[in-house]
């Protein structure tokens, strides 16, 4: 082995090693995926989950730091060392738990939907419909009987519907909700809304056992306040999720 792959090797390691111990921690998100998370006019990220995680890191009296990274790659890059928590809108699941830890959720199961164009009525257990790759709708889908089509972007499971590549996207309802109202009745709901998955949580490095324990406290913290409560009325509509 060479030397400076003995380094990197040993950097890692002690990056991976010290994360539970630092003041200062990166958080990291996809920052597509209004309302949860988002890219702002300015370059910076945005939405729930970052107003979430700023108060997280202050409960646990953290210095936080945003890293974007692509959803496709983003529980291996959290377990390689390039940031210290996944905070993207990911659902708690048996699957993803074998690789990495979750904190307690901070957001409740939201159900998931499908969009069609306005006026479809085929049946969509028979139906060509999109997902994003490695989500809890691609799986559905995958085992419903529907052909699955998968896209790295959610932007692109949506484009999929309008260019006829697919005759349904199946996403998080809250993610849809703005797409729809904005599509002037070129996009509408269909079919009935289906509960997959657990709720949200915040992934973590499963050696990283101090950091999920200070921020189980923290979310602890912004459910007991009432915190949490006013930020998801604040960006999912008024909706009122009581802890």
Do not use: H
Request: hydrophobic share 40%; net charge negative.
């Amino acid at each position: 082995m060479k030397l400076t792959t003995l380094l990197t090797t040993a950097a890692l390691a002690t990056g991976i090693a010290s994360a539970s111990m630092a003041d200062a921690i990166r958080m990291g998100t996809e920052g597509a995926y209004p309302p949860y998370n988002f890219v702002n006019d300015a370059g910076e990220v945005d939405g729930f989950e970052r107003e979430v995680g700023d108060a997280l890191c202050e409960r646990a009296e953290l210095e936080c730091t945003w890293v974007t990274n692509d959803w496709d790659s983003i529980i291996p890059n959290l377990v390689s060392g390039n940031y210290d928590t996944i905070i993207a809108g990911m659902s708690i699941t048996d699957e993803r738990d074998e690789v990495i830890d979750f904190t307690s959720e901070y957001f409740p199961p939201d159900p998931s939907t499908y969009v069609a164009l306005a006026g479809y009525d085929g049946d969509l257990s028979g139906a060509v419909v999109a997902a994003q790759t490695s989500t809890i709708q691609a799986s559905y889908i995958a085992s419903s009987g529907a052909t699955l089509v998968e896209f790295a972007t959610p932007e692109e499971t949506v484009a999929a519907v309008r260019n006829g590549e697919a005759d349904a996207v199946l996403a998080d309802d809250a993610f849809l909700a703005d797409i729809v109202n904005a599509s002037n009745g070129e996009l509408a709901f269909t079919g009935e809304p289906v509960s997959i998955g657990g709720g949200i949580g915040m992934g973590i490095r499963e050696s990283d056992t101090e950091l999920k324990d200070k921020m189980n406290a923290a979310i602890a913290s912004i459910k007991a306040d009432g915190t949490l409560t006013a930020l998801i009325a604040k960006w999912f509509d008024g909706r009122m999720v009581k802890y």
